[in-house]
T-cell receptor
Framework: QQPVQSPQAVILREGEDAVINCSSS?????VHWYRQKHGEAPVFLMI?????EQKGHEKISASFNEKKQQSSLYLTASQLSYSGTYFC??????????FGTGTKLQVIP | GAGVSQSPSNKVTEKGKDVELRCDPI?????LYWYRQSLGQGLEFLIY????????KSGLPSDRFSAERTGGSVSTLTIQRTQQEDSAVYLC?????????FGPGTRLTVT
């Protein structure tokens, strides 16, 4: 049961904000967020743990609603370097990370 | 410090042949994951190791796929009798805590 992300794709102008959502049908222990640029491996951005603790990128924030099994990633004042595909990864047990469907973000000048 | 390394970086093989993909995790990382990513698609979980044991093999697509990890370090993913649908980038990641560090991947092409 792969987490569902929305939107599937978004185009922003530099300086604009965006929100990417991740929704799971399973109970979650934590949610990870990764960004993957074309032709490169995914890079860790942030992890959100039960209880509200967050660890990760200073310029990116996220929320984790345990009851709704949802997470949102907030990108503010977007930069060209933010372009890429964003994946959420949900952890339900045994530290197995199940990655979401992905959101393709393009930032244009 | 050294990151996760994978070899080979590219592998072209004929349908029906066996292939071995190798992953060297970051030293000290106890958990190791294998994922598959088809062109333009997301990350598909294959298998997870904690130390040398694999508590979750649920993602292996068929019995043609197997993986092992020795000495709590290097892992090998083996695909027997490769099929064209096996063509993808195979990514390995290791972790000691929460953050997964990914290797550069092996691009497998089955002709």
């Amino acid at each position: 049961q792969q987490p569902v992300q929305s939107p599937q794709a978004v185009i922003l102008r530099e300086g604009e904000d965006a929100v990417i959502n991740c929704s799971s049908s399973k109970a979650l222990y934590s949610v990870h967020w990764y960004r993957q640029k074309h032709g490169e491996a995914p890079v860790f951005l942030m992890i959100l743990l039960k209880g509200g603790e967050q660890k990760g990128h200073e310029k990116i924030s996220a929320s984790f609603n345990e009851k709704k099994q949802q997470s949102s990633l907030y990108l503010t004042a977007s930069q060209l370097s933010y372009s890429g595909t964003y994946f959420c990864g949900t952890v339900g047990g045994y530290q197995k990370v199940t990655f979401g469907t992905g959101t393709k973000l393009q930032v244009i000048p | 410090g050294a990151g996760v390394s994978q070899s080979p970086s590219n592998k072209v093989t004929e349908k029906g042949k066996d292939v071995e993909l190798r992953c060297d995790p970051i030293s000290g990382h106890t958990a190791l994951y294998w994922y598959r990513q088809s062109l333009g698609q997301g990350l598909e979980f294959l298998i997870y190791f904690q130390g040398n044991s694999a508590p979750d093999k649920s993602g292996l697509p068929s019995d043609r796929f197997s993986a092992e990890r020795t000495g709590g370090s290097v892992s090998t993913l083996t695909i027997q009798r490769t099929q064209q649908e096996d063509s993808a980038v195979y990514l390995c990641a290791s972790t000691r805590g929460y953050e997964q560090y990914f290797g550069p991947g092996t691009r497998l092409t089955v002709t």
